[in-house]
């Protein structure tokens, strides 16, 4: 819970991609910031445990235990541990091997003055690029960049085999200044997470060339400019957040629907504008997207039905018009569902009385005629049709 908290989102959102109740969410949330008193969301997710807690921790001895029992216990321990010193022998040989790989790779009399694309030389230069271009100086937490300790001691990072960089975790670490477009030279990347910061400037287009990434969260930062359609070649990319950035605008990608293994997508909080591209339809794992907070015009596209896995569909808070489609109806997985604030209109289908997932609905804000639907009325969820002035069909 934690985890998707730090990935950014609404309750609804985090609900639906763990699959759990928005309920649940609200009781875990709140009961993390009780226990660790804490006062916010915010706090909670830029929240830590300390490390040198952890060994200490899978050694305690239950103190309930007698004392001729602590005393057995102790001993196992003392046995494991015996083995244990020869397992970590290999392992730090192991890994001092692979750390000091980094240097061996500018050392080598017979290397490349070029490193392999992937190398660890490359994946180092990429990073003191970011620390450069963003005044790392004034990063909220900077432990160890551009010293001799090995990246994957440097804050933030997260290195895999040969000492590539596999994560990078930057959010809430005050960055600024634009994203540096050499980011895109970290080719082994699979999760990039850099929101809550101040970033600003475009998206480079370069963080197309991040072929293995899984997740690219750039939410809640002051980025500027369209979104670059060449992200739409991210063919593993599950998650994508540019949620609350305020200045991203232009038109939604098309070429986005080409991101089939996409769960959720989360651009809401922005100036997009255009209509929604029907070929969104191609999402065909997606459970949440969030569109709302834009400036999208045009009718929904009835493709949208087509969205068999989705949970969550937030379109509010846009200039969206004509009437729902009625293939909505066909969402049967789906929870939450948010068109208010809009200017659609026409009835509203009796089709979404199939919706028996449904959760949520909130439609208020818009111009629709005619009555309320006697099942969706009948199923009451949480929604506002009360406010809508209608009168339930007969």
């Known amino acids: 819970m934690l985890e998707e908290l730090r990935r950014g989102g609404t309750n609804a959102e985090i609900a639906a991609r763990l699959d759990v109740t928005l309920d649940a969410v609200k ?14 969301r915010r706090q909670l997710a830029a929240w830590r445990p300390e490390p040198r807690r952890r060994l200490f921790g899978l050694l305690a001895v239950p103190a309930a235990l007698d004392p001729v029992g602590r005393v057995l216990v102790w001993a196992g321990v003392a046995a494991a541990g015996a083995v244990a010193l020869g397992v970590v022998a290999v392992v730090l040989i192991v890994i001092s091997t692979l750390d000091g790989g980094e240097q061996q790779v500018a050392q080598a009399p017979n290397a490349s003055a070029t490193p392999a694309p992937g190398s660890a030389a490359l994946d180092r230069d ?3 690029a970011l620390y450069n271009a963003t005044d790392g100086a ?11 300790h090995p990246k994957g001691e440097w804050h933030g990072v997260t290195v895999g085999g040969l000492c590539s960089v596999n994560a990078l975790s930057l959010d809430y670490n005050q960055l600024s200044v634009p994203i540096p ?3 895109g030279g970290l080719s082994n990347l699979q999760e990039l997470f850099l929101y809550y910061n ?14 293995s990434l899984l997740v690219l969260h750039l939410a809640h930062n002051q980025l500027s400019g369209p979104i670059p359609a060449e992200l739409g070649g991210l063919s593993n990319l599950r998650r994508l957040y540019l949620g609350g950035n305020y200045n991203l605008s232009g038109p939604i990608p098309a070429e986005l629907g080409g991101l089939t293994n996409l769960t959720s997508l989360g651009l809401g909080g922005n100036q997009l504008s255009g209509p929604i ?3 969104l339809s191609g999402l065909t794992n997606l459970q949440a997207l969030n569109l709302g907070f834009n400036q999208l015009s045009g009718p929904i596209p009835a493709e949208l039905g087509g969205l068999t896995q989705l949970v969550n569909l937030d379109l509010y808070h846009n200039k969206l018009s004509g009437p729902i489609p009625a293939e909505l109806g066909g969402l049967g997985n789906l929870r939450w569902l948010g068109l208010q604030h809009n200017q659609l209109s026409g009835p509203i289908p009796a089709e ?11 439609l208020a804000g818009n111009q ?5 639907p006697a099942e969706l009325g009948q199923k009451a969820p949480s929604n506002d049709l009360d406010s809508l002035g209608l009168l339930p069909c007969n």
């Not at 629709?368 to 309320?372: K, L, P, Q, V």
């Open 27 to 40: 009781f875990h949330i709140s009961n993390m910031l009780g226990k660790l008193g804490l006062e916010n």
């Open 126 to 128: 990429a990073l003191v």
């Open 138 to 148: 004034n990063w909220a937490v900077s432990t160890y960049w551009l010293t001799d």
């Open 181 to 183: 477009a050499e980011l």
């Open 198 to 211: 101040q970033l600003s400037g475009p998206i480079p287009v370069e963080l197309s060339a991040l072929r």
């Open 277 to 279: 591209p029907a070929g």
């Open 352 to 362: 979404l009385g199939r919706l028996s997932n449904l959760e949520g609905l909130w």
């Open 368 to 372: 629709f005629s005619g009555c309320i």
